[in-house]
């Protein structure tokens, strides 16, 4: 017997928690797969060049279905991939992490009756104004297999009401990738050093991207007022999304000091061996709170809340709220290597991609819908 499986992705942040599953899945016998990737991020530099750095199969379907309101881009998802799921008639379908396509595939889904997997299931930030947490939240009522990547996720999930036989810990299919490409990182760094003209532990990263930093023009001028600041005591990298590109050319907001350096959005290689080098990274995602947490990399996270408070008891990040002047003081403090070490967190070892081809292998496709 053989088990269809669609993966569905459509931004940044999916692929690389699904192309680990992919792979995992792709060593056991019977299982046949296939990829369709919603448009949702389209750009060279946010989406094909990570399928290349990720070694990760082209995507079979392309629903192209680029940007829109949040309404607009959910809706044309499941437009778009309805007639795909009809047709093709797969067994199981696996939707990642809290973007709209993630929402967008398990409603399809739960529609047509299909099994529905959550990879990253059960993370919250109790923050409504976040699209993410309603594509959380909504996801996760839908799903049948929800695969989490802490206890804190699993304890979210019992609270909703989510039957405890859906929900499997199996770890951090992200720092499955990140393990698995570190060396490959690494070989990239020489070429970025001199790029930016920076030794190791000689700069800070910086990611934003967040619409409650960068639609608004007052806090976005705050932030490269306070970049600007922090240049004069550490080199800055700031690979720039293009939400934030198009409100700080809309602003007229420019990076000032010769030590700012903004910057196109960067490979996953690439990326990762500038987060391995970093003295601190500055960021608003959510992905990058781990991945710093893994590196033992110190991270300001510019938010209010955090959906992975892991990060924070077991790792290197803090939360600086909304307010970028108060980085200031942590800056500082890391420049004297005062910083907490992280902690090794359970599951978080390279293996949640296998134990999850492990869970879906080893179960009867009838039995999910029945949970
Ligand atoms: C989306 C996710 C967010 C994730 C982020 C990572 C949702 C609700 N949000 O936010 O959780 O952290 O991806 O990047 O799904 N754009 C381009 N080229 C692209 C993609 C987007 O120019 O390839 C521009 C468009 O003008 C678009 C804007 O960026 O309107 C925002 O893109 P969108 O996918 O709506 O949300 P993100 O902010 O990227």
Redesign the pocket.
Known sequence: MSIHIIHVV????NFMKAAPVINALSKREGVVQTLIHTG????LE??EIFFNDLQMPKPAINLEVG??S?AQ?TAEVMIRLEPYLCDLKPDLVMVY??????LAGALVCSKLLIPVAHVEAGLRSFDRTM??EI?RLLTDQLADLLFTHSAEAEENLLREGIPREKIHFVGNVMIDTLKALLLKAEEKWPLQSSRFGCDSKGFALVTL???SNVDSQSTLAAIMKTLNEISRKIKIIFPV???TR?NLEANGLKPEGANLHLVDPMGYLDFLALQTHAALVITD??GIQEETSYLGVPCLTLRENTERPITITCGTNVLIGNNIASTLGYINQILSGKWREKKVIPLWDGYAAERIAEIIVSRSLKSWQNL
Do not use: I
């Not at 459509?10 to 942040?13: E, M, Y």
């Open positions: 459509g931004a940044r942040p949702q991020h389209y750009d946010m989406s940007s829109g949040h881009q992490g809290d973007v709209n396509s993630t699209p993410e594509n991207h967040r619409p999304h293009p939400r198009k995602s959510g």
